[in-house]
């Protein structure tokens, strides 16, 4: 791999659990010093793709290279780099946190526990306790600990944030900016969009196992256009809005609703020939945009 | 970290385990007279002679005079609860005759009874057999109680070596898939630990146990034998490895169980799996011990190789048996790493 080579690189990746298909040919690359976000709805395929990479699930077909390595045969000199937050985990119940911990860090070959401490600290996880006896919240916190406490470059998460408070959420966030800036590669799982757009530089959404888009954010944010309202004076016939760049047209009576991804101009220019009562437009949010994402049949 | 999860399980285990080793000894001289036979019925006025005669055993049977008697009956039978008529009414002297056919252990267990027949009524004489008599329990479980050889037997047999079975296979199945039923294992697996290590690392820490627990039992066993004064010096070898050679057996189990484990990866499963290989073996065995002509069926089992009577009794065993099945233990485990190496981990 070169430096500026991409840290996951996913071929054509297919994985079928007998006739059901986990994800299908999928191909995505994360490059260094970004958090890539990867987006979908639960079932889509995100927990698949993600342990396929781990080498936890055996791929169908197609090809993942992590840090240019290949994701079964090499799978033991990837795990040395990458750290990995699973979406459902346990931990051993009646050991304290700091002890699974330390264990864990051993696995990882790893005997300087000072980072362990600071994390901990950070986001106020009490390590003498045991963890049977931790809030949801806080065996997510433990989680977040031993994915980072090894300073690996390479970190993994599915859905990072469950059952984090939303303070706790913002300190996390702020942590994983400040990761990103020391050059830390960041891919994690989330269906929470807000936290895709505070926190991701790019943004994979997935949908019924198919990869749907790659995009910047703020890319994605221009490219969203925004939600047109408009209420006319009688009914409207929707072939009206038989716009190149109008999505998600609604029609009810005399009110039509719109996305517009394209120049306003045309569609003022062809609505003008109506008489218009109100009229509004917004701009149009991430978590709308993902919305209509889901609701058209294919993706688009 | 097995130590660390597990180590009240396994040390209570330990202590169960010596406990009822070392409660079963203690219990054992009071039971002593329930392990001897009984006495016949009048059978001090029977006597028996064997004369063998090759191919059959003439028994000759003499009893006491009985006054008044008119003459006199003998019954015969294999079970001492249902004598038949053997002969014709109307022995007249206080003497008679048997034969029996040999079969493969040389003279057969027959027993006798003379009835006198005084003014019309019958009356018993007494009561003989061809053999000495065996106690319910010998006859029954095969070994001589009342020894110190049987007793072991006894309670490896029937007691806790298939407790010990069960709990380790128990033990060796539910240790794995406990990691994937409470979520540990992609954690432990996103680690650079290969999956081989992980197993081994398991089932090597496993085979401690084992070895120290046999270790524990065989010397309680010793133990509480010289305490009770029970103990010659010719019987602490054989009583030790009595112990001791249960060793590959259980090491086969667990290789089982773990190999159940990774297959099925769902724990409840895994050990109805484990539990099943140790009471079909057990059930073979039990059917190859009863029933005749079927002796060789045990040999098809691991556990019919860990010979309890041949080992106590006669302080012999198979070296090679035992390598044998400690490598088909190890086979299995290699079975186990591979299908463990190549399925999906259930997330």
Redesign the interface.
Known sequence: MTENGPVIEIRGLTKNYGDVVGIKDLDLNIHRGEIMGFLGPNGAGKTTTIRTCLDLLQKTSGEVRIFGLDSHHDSIEIRRRIGYLPGDFGMYNDLPVRTILRYLLSLSGYEDDGPMEELARRFALDLDKRYGSLSKGNRQKAGIVQAFMAGQELIIMDEPTAGLDPLMQQEFYEFLREERAEGKTIFMSSHILAEVEEVCDRVAIIRDAELQVVERIDALKEKMGKTLEIEFDKEIDPSVFDIRGVEGLEVDGRRARMIIACDLDQVVKRVSEHNIVNMSLETFSLDQFFMTYYSRPGGG | ?EL??NWKVLLTFLAVVSFLVAGMVAAWPSMGTAFQADALEGEENVSVELEDLGDTVKVHLQWSPVEGADNYTLLAYPQPQMLVPERAEGIDTESAEHLLEKDEGGTPQMYFAVVALVDGERQLVGMASSLERTSVYEETFGVDMSRVEGMASFMWDLFWGLLMMLFLGYVAASTVSRDFE?????????????RRRYLLEKFAFLTAYTALMLLVAGLVLVGSMAAIGELSEGMVAPLLMSSLLAFPVVLLIMAVGTLAAVYVQDGRTAVGLVFLFVLLQVGINLVASMAEGLEHLSSYTAMGYWDLDAILFDNVYSVGDFVLIAAAALAVLAVAVLVFE????A?
């Open positions: 970290m660390r999860t409470e979520r540990k294992m992609d954690i432990i697996l996103s680690k650079p630990v290969s190549r399925r999906d981990m997330g």
